[in-house]
Nanobody, 125 residues
Framework: QVQLVESGGGLVQAGGSLRLSCEAS????????MGWFRQAPGKEREFVAG????????YYADSVKGRFTTSRDNAKNTVYLQMDRLKPEDTAVYYC??????????????????WGQGTQVTVSS
């Protein structure tokens, strides 16, 4: 059974930091693109960041570039999203997702096949 388990969300003041973790299990993720998405109330789910597990290549949405960093630990089968200089507009439920093996990193949620349960991030002003 495929599982993506997220942790690390919470409440933080503007300017603060949080680190999200996503532990993957149940299939081989070593050749999969891994994405981070977020969804705020009343808004569509949007791409935040992504990483290719094998190469470590990363990609970021313009809204988080320079503030968020995604990385992976192959030994722990875990990807991370380090979020610094958080803003109130970063408030959302954050999800990690895995794409199909051997595919490129997409920004469209529909291109991902496995999803975590989501973790709430709230940034107060």
């Amino acid at each position: 059974q495929v599982q993506l388990v997220e942790s690390g969300g919470g409440l933080v003041q503007a300017g603060g930091s949080l680190r999200l973790s996503c532990e993957a299990s149940g299939r081989t993720f070593s050749s999969c693109p891994m994405g981070w998405f977020r969804q705020a109330p009343g808004k569509e789910r949007e791409f935040v960041a992504g990483i290719i597990w094998t190469t470590g290549n990363t990609y970021y949405a313009d809204s988080v570039k320079g503030r968020f960093t995604t990385s992976r630990d192959n030994a722990k089968n875990t990807v991370y999203l380090q979020m610094d200089r958080l803003k109130p507009e970063d408030t959302a439920v954050y999800y990690c997702a895995a794409g199909a093996p051997g595919t490129v990193l997409f920004t469209a949620p529909s291109r991902y096949i496995d999803w975590g349960q989501g973790t709430q991030v709230t940034v107060s002003s």
